[in-house]
């Protein structure tokens, strides 16, 4: 910087010199924050959107035993698949959306109560795929604990089936 020495003496000189480069540094900062924005304003397509309310509603259904707002965004027509317990089985259709109400009916007044967690989702069209872990209380099981794959496919801004599969080893 020669030349602003020249012009503008040493002191002024080195003084623009670090505004410069503070100034190219809040400049930076602020391109990344923008940056980081964009990825967070980004929105999942409207099926995955769907699908995390879904799975948002279920998850707290499990720790309160409100199982309403859940079912409010299940379709008349529902494929429900459940692995054990009273209601195993594939229930299509609308009986299918009867069994899953049966069903949430049965774990809200039974006192049964998780803490899930999603470990992994994958989403794949209409469908999302949920990895979970599940710890709590549930029928005669004071210690639940079990690793869940729940799938959930969404209709419009509802969802239209819920598939439960469970590990090869049984809840403990």
Known sequence: MPWCRKRLGAPLAEATVIM?????????????????????????APAEAVAD??????????RTGEWLPFLDM??????????????????????GREVLGRWALANGTSGARL????????ATGSRVIYETEATGTAGPALNYRNWEVIVLTVS???ISGLHEYWGSFPPA
């Open 74 to 95: 299940a379709t008349p027509e529902f494929s429900f698949w459940f692995p054990v317990g009273p209601h195993v089985g594939k229930h299509e259709g609308v009986s």
């Open 20 to 44: 410069i480069r503070q100034l190219s540094a809040l400049v930076l900062v602020a391109a990344g924050l923008l940056t980081g924005c964009a990825e967070d304003v980004t929105e999942p």
């Open 115 to 122: 803490e899930g967690v999603v470990k992994s989702r994958v």
């Open 53 to 62: 309310r879904a799975m948002d509603r279920f998850m707290s259904a499990w």
């Open 156 to 158: 419009g801004d509802r």
